[in-house]
C-alpha cells in the first residue's frame, strides 16, 4: 500500500508523542524514522543514512579514502560529500533525541574525519572554507553526545573528561581560524560550559583531589580556560 495514511494517523503530531523513533525493518535492521508535519523520514541506524552504498562501500568518505590517486576534489565531488555530510548530520540530531547518544558521537566523529579530508584534499581555499564552516556545529553536539552518554552509564567523571575535551577542541577551532580572541564569548563556549554547571553537583566530594590535581596540570599547561572551569568546580563543591 503506498497511501502513508494509517501510518500517520497512527504516529499523531502531538506534543505527548514522541517525534523520533527506532523500529525494527523489514530487512531485520532497526531503522530511526522522524514524524514530520507532512510525512516520516526514515534512516538506517548504521552505515549510510539512507541506504545506499556508493562503489560498494559504506559512504563517499569511505571510497575517498581509498582513492589511489589523490587529486584534488572537483566541485561535483565535494557536493556530493556535502549532502552525505549532511545526511550523517541528521541522523545525529534523531539519535540524540531518541536516546542513542553513542551513536550521535559516532556520527558527528565521522563527519569531523570528513572535514579533515577536504582540507587535505580541495583545491580551492573557498571549498575548504566551506566544510570548515561545519566544525564547530560538529564538534558541540559531539560534545554533548559523548557526555550524555557517559551519563547514561552512570560515568559522571567520564561526562566531565568528554566537555574538557569539547571545550579545548572549540579553543583549538577558533585558533585555527584565526579567532582565539572570540573563545570565551562563543555561544559553543556557553553551551557547552553550561552543561558543566548541571553536572558538577552530582560529583561526589571524594573527587576533590582529582579536581585539584587536574587544576595544577591545566596551570602547568597553559590552559586556563580549563583551570577557570575547574576552580569553579572546586568552589562549588566547598558550598
Known amino acids: 500500500m503506498d497511501d502513508l495514511s494509517g501510518l ?13 523513533r527506532v523500529v525494527p525493518g523489514l530487512d531485520g535492521r532497526h531503522k530511526v524514522q522522524v514524524r514530520l508535519d507532512l510525512g516520516v523520514l526514515q534512516m538506517e541506524m548504521d552505515g549510510r543514512p539512507d541506504g545506499l552504498r556508493p562503489g560498494g562501500r559504506e559512504s563517499l568518505l569511505d571510497l575517498l579514502r581509498e582513492d589511489p590517486a ?28 531518541a536516546g542513542f547518544p553513542g551513536l550521535a558521537a559516532r556520527d558527528c566523529h565521522r563527519n569531523l574525519e570528513l572535514i579533515e579530508v577536504v582540507r587535505e584534499r580541495a583545491a580551492r581555499p573557498e571549498d575548504r572554507a566551506a566544510f570548515e564552516q561545519l566544525r564547530l556545529g560538529l564538534v558541540v553536539t559531539r560534545t554533548r553526545a559523548q557526555a550524555a552518554a557517559a551519563l547514561q552509564a552512570k560515568d559522571h567523571q567520564g561526562a566531565l573528561a568528554a566537555l574538557d575535551a569539547g571545550l579545548a577542541a572549540v579553543r583549538d577551532a577558533y585558533t585555527m581560524i584565526g579567532q582565539r580572541n572570540r573563545f570565551e564569548a562563543s555561544p559553543e563556549v556557553a553551551i557547552l560550559r553550561s552543561m558543566r554547571d548541571m553536572l558538577v553537583p552530582r560529583l561526589p566530594s571524594s573527587q576533590r583531589a582529582e579536581l585539584e590535581e587536574r587544576l595544577r596540570a591545566a596551570i602547568v599547561s597553559e590552559n586556563y580556560e580549563l583551570a577557570a572551569i575547574l576552580r569553579n568546580e572546586l568552589r562549588q563543591m566547598k558550598e
Open 8 to 20: 500517520l494517523s497512527s504516529w499523531p503530531l502531538d506534543p505527548s508523542t514522541p517525534r523520533v
Open 70 to 97: 589523490p587529486d584534488p576534489l572537483a566541485p561535483e565531488r565535494l557536493e556530493a560529500l556535502r549532502q552525505e555530510a549532511g545526511l550523517y548530520q541528521q541522523r545525529a540530531t534523531a539519535l540524540m533525541m
